[in-house]
């Protein structure tokens, strides 16, 4: 086959040339009328969006007085009513107000959302709520007001879906819309709830012992919003820098805002001769609190809609400009086809960072479902699958989770991913004395306070100083990495690395803010699962003495008796009482008697197996379940202890005393199976407990009266 000369292909590379600016010039007005076809869409869309904002401001100006109503409401059944008539008068005339501009503005606007017609229905309902007039019962009027908050609640969402507030993910207008989506969902009206909870638990603190623990759910809440609300934030700060002074002003006001609402209730503990007045005080404080969360929505949508003006008018001046300078490219062929190849790379490499971006958008949102969803027996499940995902997206050989123990001495490799074929270091990785490695700890801790992500391009250009750690990085094999410290509590707590078996550079600019992001979700996971397991422990131990409480002790007791009626293996209880406790308070004072319970704790716990169940059932009351023990070796066992009290000296507050017990014990074979009861059980040893005291105390009885 011959081929052209030379010549010949010189000759035909200007016909080429043309021939391929014709075409482009084809291409340019096809992309001339989808560029501005959406350019026009996007002003349409940023004038919509607009509009939305404007349905949300009149939405939050209903919302604001209604929530307040409901708690002077629920508070004023028992109050004084003329501290709180007038308020709530006028807070019911700010939402009748509020309802009435809504539906004014929808008129005028003529309904641009069409949401008039459930706006209507929403505005019926409140005049059927407000006409109904019967406020006898504080429960009923919270759960209609709730109720009725919950409905407007829904419309503000469907007010974002239907003005294409939520149709962009990676835009900063979504992201603020988020915001004040969070902020008035599971922000001010959880804060709302709590002000009227507790107002109602002051006025009336014995209507309902369950309210303490609606109003913790309500507090758990807040701590958890936090997090998405700091997640979106970012997100804003991506595409919009010149927010960021706002965005700061609104989470140093929140975080605060948040841990007030919180506490606050522990500031107003109900008592009997200044019930209302606290009830009163503790509302008010709360209003300010929530007066200043709306603030922060306001500024949120003020700065959502400066953001999609902006848009407008940057989508206006672009068409007005756009024109000339499409005619000006048009005449400049020859040169576009280069800059057009140019851009369609840069395209590429766009639209990849976008794809990649997106990808670690969507998994970092499910992960923070996942730990919202996970409970301390999932949670490392999560942070496994995080890892794993994380170490897949950066294309790393190892991504692993270090935490400190709690003395802050040693450190453990608790979580591992490996890529196929790394081999897994996370056994030999345990109880690694902090002291051997001091300029890795150093380096850790100077980047936990600044803030950066901390990373060794090239283990072996490590300084001499860290000769230990570069010894103990290359014999994993490793050349590069990238971590990242951990906060649980505001203190480090860890740190997440990323390991590479081959000389990789780590682009901070890009890694640092995914990375943090990161570190961020597995702190807010680690402090959640804490936050759990402390729940936990305090819902089934005495708080004073730290023994279980009695409402654990029956929970086991019961289950040792499905076991005995199985087994037959025997088990028996002891009782035991403090004698002439009362005295000793009376004489001593209530600090040196807690002192006593806890020491008499400690030699509880001493004396018994650690497989028996020792709990405080009340006052100066204790009890025992010794498992595999009859009766007689339980007498003997609670002998000892009464022999080990008797000669213990109970050192408190600088005095030294002596205190004798009384003791109750009984087998599960002193009563027949069909009665056999927890209940029973205690009544027994009860019984021969007020029997030794009866006797003269300091004795134990495990029989039956002759």
Known sequence: MKTASPQRRRVRRPGFILGNGLIMLLLLATVAYGYFGSVTHQAHQAQRGVVGLNHLEYIRAIIEPMQESRGLLTMGRQADASRSGPRLEGRLAAVDQAFASFLEYLAKEQDPLGLAEESGVRHQEWRQLR?????????????????QIARLLTLHR???????????????TYNLVQILDLLLEMA?????????????????????????DRILGRALLLDIVSTRLEHHAAMVLQARPDLAGSLEELFLTLRPTIVQIRDLPAAYYPTAASTPVDAQHFFTAATEIITAGYQLYDKALAAAHDSLEQRRVQAQTTLRRTVPLFLLISLGTLALVGWGLAAWRQHQRDTEDLRRQGFFQALVAETSTRFLQAGTESIDGVINEMLRATGEFFAVDRAYLFRYTTDGEQLNNTHEWCAPGVPPQREQLQKIPVAEFPWWQRKMREHFQA???????????????????????SSQGIHSLCTIPVAVNQQLGGFVGFDSLRLRPCDEVQTAPRLTMIANLISAGLEREALERELTVNAITDGLTGLYNRRHFFTGLTTQIKEYRRTHKPFALAIFDLDHFKQLNDTHGHLVGDCVLKEFATLLREGFRAFDIVARYGGEEFIVMLID????????????????????????????????????????TEITAEKLTPEALVDQADQRLYRAKEAGRDQVIWQEAK
């Open 629 to 668: 023990s009859d009766r007689k070796a339980a007498a003997a066992i609670a002998q000892r202890m009464l022999d080990t009290t008797r000669r213990h000296h109970f050192a408190c507050n600088g005095e030294s005393l002596r205190i004798t017990i009384s003791g109750g014990v009984v087998d599960a």
């Open 158 to 172: 469907r007010v974002i879906s239907s003005s294409g507030l939520d149709l962009d993910p990676v835009a900063d």
């Open 131 to 147: 006409a109904a007039h019967d406020y006898s019962a504080s429960e009923r009027v919270f759960e209609a007001f709730t109720a």
């Open 188 to 212: 001010l009206e959880p804060n709302g709830q709590i002000r009227a909870l507790y107002a109602t638990l002051l006025t009336a603190p014995a209507d309902d012992l369950q309210m303490g």
């Open 451 to 473: 803030g950066q992500i901390f990373t060794i391009p090239d283990v072996d250009q490590m300084p001499a100083e860290a000769a230990a750690e570069r010894e103990k990085l």
